[in-house]
């Protein structure tokens, strides 16, 4: 089987985590029927399960949290663009999981 890409629905919360089975890298972040929606290449060689934290963020509210170790995903339009949410990718960690056993991998970004 080769690499595919697949969409996770996303929330419109503070903080969510998404389990991304054989994860290789994001794609991208659109709305797909008023539902923000991440986009990932999935590779099923790597047999593993990524756990993303997500962040969100409307537009005027505090973003205290977000700091340079995130990393902008996209913004979400909803209700014809009179809402704006913001997403962004804690950095710091990404947590894998292999055959069973809990590793902890640094997700690394370009500048």
């Known amino acids: 089987m080769q690499q595919s ?4 629905p996303l929330e419109v919360t503070d903080v969510q985590t998404v389990d991304v089975e054989n994860f290789k890298y994001i794609v991208g972040l659109e709305v797909q029927r008023e539902i923000p929606v991440l986009y990932c290449m999935i590779d099923p060689i790597k047999h593993n399960t990524t ?18 170790d995130f990393q902008f995903l996209g913004t ?8 704006m949410f913001h997403f962004f990718l804690d950095n710091r960690w990404i ?17």
């Not at 890409?5 to 996770?8: A, G, H, N, V």
């Not at 979400?76 to 809402?83: E, Q």
């Open 95 to 111: 947590k894998e999981v292999t055959e069973s056993r809990m590793t902890t991998a640094h997700f690394e970004t370009s500048d």
């Open 5 to 8: 890409i697949y969409k996770f």
């Open 76 to 83: 979400a339009k909803l209700s014809g663009g009179g809402l």
């Open 51 to 68: 756990k993303l934290t997500i962040h969100c963020v409307g537009t005027g509210h505090p973003a205290g949290r977000i700091d340079d």
